[in-house]
């Protein structure tokens, strides 16, 4: 039995691509790892400079939140530590 034009089963000949040999490494190959190292640092910097940096006032005030913060979160996770203590020595004597 044969199947129809163009299914599945069977694939036109024109759908059928031929394959490439991947190349060895591409352009990374080429350079030393000097030339490698100076590039990922110039693509570091380029980075950076893309960041936009915080104000003095904006770096105090998340410095100011953020500790803030972790002082009431401290605070919180002492108090159900304290409870849960005297629970345990309430249940198990």
Known sequence: MTDAVGSIDTPDA??????????KGGKRAK????????????QIIAELRKVVWPSRNQLTSYTTVVIFFVTIMIALVTV??????????????
Request: a positive charge; glycine letters at 8%; charged letters at 35%.
């Open 80 to 93: 159900i530590d304290y409870g849960l203590n005297h629970a345990a020595k309430y249940v198990f004597g």
């Open 31 to 42: 350079k030393g790892p000097l030339k490698r190292l100076a590039t990922f640092y110039r």
């Open 14 to 23: 024109q759908d059928e691509v031929p394959e490439k040999k991947a190349r």
